[in-house]
């Protein structure tokens, strides 16, 4: 008989512990494992015991429910993971896994937004309180380096190099990376730091705060809602500025590999995505540009 934690919860800790992967990562996991197992608990039968049509029927399920493809196809890789992690270890001995289909990704392109809005939400803010001016900083290093939310929300006042336009930021992994950031951002962190006491301001400390509390992610996410709905800019979120950071990079002309770097990206895959964005910018340019586009 097996003793000891249950399987998922084993298999948390080694992500946890030896993968080092982030709390949201963990929790997305978490709660991927949690339908597994209520699923196993339907079916009469240990996690470790389910076979390959048991979880072809698992999978069939989720679609039945109305869970979008890219959640479905979260849930199948946290399975595959889990499954594996218990061969590795010894819990079972084949991989019920193998034939564990999925329904094929939808083509997805990340909305960005034109030189236009991204300046009419600088403008946003109102920079006459200390709230409008921590805002505006914001959304400026957002836009010149790309951050993920985590990454914003957990840098300190020593991951920013203001002298020299770096900053330190810790990706999915925990893995570092410096990204630089203009002049614009520069002065915009400058100003807001500029209102925080003292107290508030050593190395350690959080550098963006919330009545002297770090930022939360639904602070956040509601932040930019709001001046996205002022500057007329719709379906805006975080993300859309990281978006928005790649695809003008590339627009410009970087190279594929440098934008990869610069968003911590650890598969170029990923990355070209925003290719695509780019294809449709050239097309644009060129239907308006070359006398025979039409």
């Known amino acids: 008989m097996r003793k000891g934690p249950p399987l998922t919860k084993r298999f948390l800790r080694y992500l946890t512990v030896e993968k080092g992967l982030t709390t949201n990562t963990i929790t997305n996991y978490a709660n991927d494992l949690a339908r597994l197992t209520n699923f196993a608990y ?96 914001i959304l400026e290093l957002m836009y010149a380096s790309g951050l993920r939310v985590t990454e914003l929300l957990t840098l300190r006042h020593k991951d920013i190099d203001l002298r020299n336009g770096l900053v330190t930021c810790f990706g999915k992994g925990h893995k570092e990376r410096i990204v630089p950031f203009g002049r614009s951002a520069a002065t915009a962190i400058e100003h807001y730091v500029a209102t925080l006491p003292a107290g508030f301001t050593t190395s350690t400390s959080h550098l963006f705060l919330n009545q002297y509390k770090p930022l939360t992610r639904q602070f956040l996410w509601t932040l930019i809602k709001r001046y996205g709905a002022k500057a007329g800019v719709d379906h805006i979120s975080p993300h859309t500025l990281r978006h928005t950071f790649a695809t003008h990079l590339l627009q410009h002309g970087a190279e594929l590999k440098h934008v990869q770097a610069l968003l911590g990206h650890a598969d170029i895959s990923t990355t ?12 644009r340019s060129y239907n308006s540009h070359h006398p025979r586009a039409c």
Do not use: C, W
């Not at 070209?272 to 097309?283: E, K, M, V």
């Open 42 to 137: 339907h079916a009469h039968k240990p996690i470790e015991h389910l076979q390959p049509g048991d979880l072809r029927y698992f999978i069939a399920q989720l679609s039945k429910a109305g869970l979008s493809t890219s959640t479905i196809r979260r849930i199948a890789s946290t399975v595959r993971g889990f499954y594996a992690f218990l061969a590795l270890d010894d819990y079972i001995d084949t991989l019920p896994t193998d034939d564990l289909n999925t329904p094929p990704p939808r083509a997805y392109l990340p909305t960005y937004l034109n030189q236009a809005q991204l300046q009419l939400l600088f403008a946003a803010p109102d920079l006459a309180n200390p709230e409008g001016i921590r805002d505006r900083a």
């Open 272 to 283: 070209a995505i925003y290719t695509h964005l780019n294809d449709n910018h050239l097309r």
